[in-house]
C-alpha cells in the first residue's frame, strides 16, 4: 500500500542554525525533539531563563544524551532560524531583538497569528505593537504553502483552532460552510496548558475529567473564522480530558440550504484539499477498533487525521492532532521547511506508536 511520509532525509548545502526560545516548555521541548533529528538544522541555542545552564535532557528525558544544555535568552547569538515558544506577549515584547538576530522567526504563541489589531483588540486586550500586525504567515502549509516561502516571521496556529480548521477547511473550499451553522467541541490533553499549568493540570486534578473549560468565547475562534474562508456562525467549547497529548474536534456542520451534504460530495472535497498532503489523512468508517480520527494514533507525530459522516441535515467532521505536534512545534517545524525550501517532510516523517498508552 502507498504511503505518502517519504523519509526525504537529503538536504542541499549546510544546515540552518536554530535557537528554541522556551526551550523548557512542552512545545519548546517538542521543537528541540524534532530538530535533533532533523537532517536542515543544528540547534544553536535553548533557552530557558529558570535553568540556564541545566542539561536539557534535566527537564526533557527524552532528549538526555543529545548534549544540549539550557542557555538565557539574554545569551543569544544570531542564527538563521529561531523559534518561541512562550507565553502569550513575550515574542511582541522581543520582537525586534528576535528579528534582528534571525532571518526566520517562527512564533509559537498567539502573538502574530491575527491578521488585524481589531482582531486583537476584539480577542485579547489589543496588541502592544499594532503596526506589526498582519505581517506574519499563518503556519499551516494546506492553507499558505504559497505564502511562506522566504517568510521571514511565521505564527503557528493554536492547537483547537488547527484541529477545527483541518477539519473545516475542505468544507469551505467546496461551499458547503457558507451560511451554514458550526458548532465545534475539541477535547484536549493537559499538556495544552504548558508546563507551568497550574493546579488544574496538576495530575490528581486531572486525571478521569472530562471538564468543559472553555464553554463560550475561547479565543481560537478568531483564528477559526480567520483562516476559514467562508461566512458561517460558529459556536466553539472545548474540554480539558484525560490525555497529555491531543486534540479531537467534532464540528457538527448544519449547512444553509438544510443539506443533505452527499457523502460522495464529502469525499471528493476532502481528497481535493488533502490527497496530495503529506500531513493529512483520511480515516472515516472502514474496520477495527480506531475507524475515525483518533488522538491516540497520531500522538508524537505531525499527522493531522480528519474524517466525517453525513446525517441528513447534519454534517459531523472528526479530525485528531498532537496538540504538541501538528497543533504546535510539528506545524512549526513543517511551515520553517517550506520557508526555507526544504523537502516539507523532512525532520517530521515518522508515524506514531503502537500500541501506546494513554498518550
Ligand atoms: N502546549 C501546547 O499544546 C501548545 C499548542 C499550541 C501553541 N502553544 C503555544 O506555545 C507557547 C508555549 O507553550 P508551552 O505549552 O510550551 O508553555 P510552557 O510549557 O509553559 O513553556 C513556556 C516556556 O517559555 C519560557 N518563558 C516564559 N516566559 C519567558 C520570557 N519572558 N522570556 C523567555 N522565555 C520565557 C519558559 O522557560 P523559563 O521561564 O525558564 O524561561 C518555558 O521554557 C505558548 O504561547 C502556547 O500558547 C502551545
Known amino acids: 500500500m502507498a504511503t505518502k511520509l517519504t523519509n526525504e532525509s537529503e538536504i542541499d548545502g549546510e544546515s540552518a542554525t536554530a535557537a528554541v526560545v522556551g526551550a523548557s516548555g512542552f ?5 528541540l525533539r524534532l530538530l ?3 537532517p536542515g538544522f543544528e540547534i544553536a ?3 530557558s531563563r529558570s535553568r540556564a545552564g541545566r542539561s536539557v535532557g534535566a527537564v526533557h528525558p527524552n532528549l538526555r544524551g543529545t548534549g544540549l544544555r539550557f542557555s538565557d535568552p539574554v545569551d543569544l547569538d ?3 532560524v529561531l523559534f518561541a515558544a512562550t507565553p502569550h506577549g513575550v515574542t511582541t515584547d522581543h520582537i525586534d531583538e528576535f528579528r534582528e538576530g534571525a532571518d526566520l522567526v517562527v512564533d509559537l504563541s498567539a502573538d502574530f497569528r491575527l491578521d488585524t489589531p481589531e482582531t486583537y483588540d476584539e480577542w485579547y486586550d489589543g496588541h502592544d505593537r499594532p503596526e506589526l500586525v498582519g505581517e506574519a504567515v499563518y503556519a499551516l502549509p494546506e492553507l499558505h504553502r504559497e505564502e511562506l ?3 521571514d516571521l511565521i505564527a503557528g496556529g493554536g492547537c483547537n483552532a488547527t484541529a477545527a480548521i483541518v477539519g473545516l477547511y475542505p468544507l469551505a473550499e467546496a461551499g458547503f460552510l457558507d451560511g451554514a451553522r458550526v458548532v465545534v467541541d475539541v477535547k484536549v490533553g493537559s499538556s495544552e496548558g504548558g508546563a507551568g499549568g497550574g493546579v488544574a493540570s496538576s495530575h490528581p486534578e486531572r486525571s478521569g475529567v472530562v471538564r468543559p473549560y472553555a464553554p463560550t468565547g475561547h479565543r481560537h475562534e478568531a483564528e477559526i473564522l480567520q483562516e476559514i474562508d467562508a461566512e458561517f456562525d460558529l459556536s466553539f ?3 480539558a480530558v484525560d490525555m497529555v497529548r491531543g486534540a479531537s474536534a467534532t464540528c457538527h456542520v448544519f449547512p444553509a440550504d438544510g443539506g443533505p451534504v452527499e457523502a460522495r460530495d464529502c469525499w471528493r472535497a476532502y481528497r481535493e484539499a488533502y490527497d496530495e498532503e503529506p500531513f493529512v489523512r483520511l480515516q472515516a468508517g472502514g474496520r477495527g477498533v480506531y475507524r475515525y480520527p483518533e488522538p491516540k494514533a497520531v500522538a508524537g507525530t505531525n499527522i493531522a487525521e480528519v474524517g466525517f459522516e453525513t446525517d ?4 459531523v467532521v472528526f479530525s485528531a492532532i498532537d496538540n504538541v505536534g501538528k497543533g504546535s512545534a510539528g506545524q512549526a517545524v513543517h511551515a520553517a521547511n517550506v520557508a526555507l525550501g ?3 517532510t523532512a525532520g517530521l516523517d515518522f508515524p506514531g506508536l503502537h500500541p501506546v498508552g494513554a498518550p
Open 312 to 315: 441528513g441535515d447534519r454534517l
Open 45 to 47: 541555542a535553548a533557552t
Open 342 to 344: 526544504y523537502p516539507e
Open 149 to 151: 516561502p522566504g517568510a
Open 237 to 239: 467549547t472545548a474540554h
Open 36 to 38: 535533533s533529528g532533523h
Open 78 to 80: 544570531p542564527v538563521d
Open 27 to 31: 512545545a519548546g521541548g517538542e521543537l
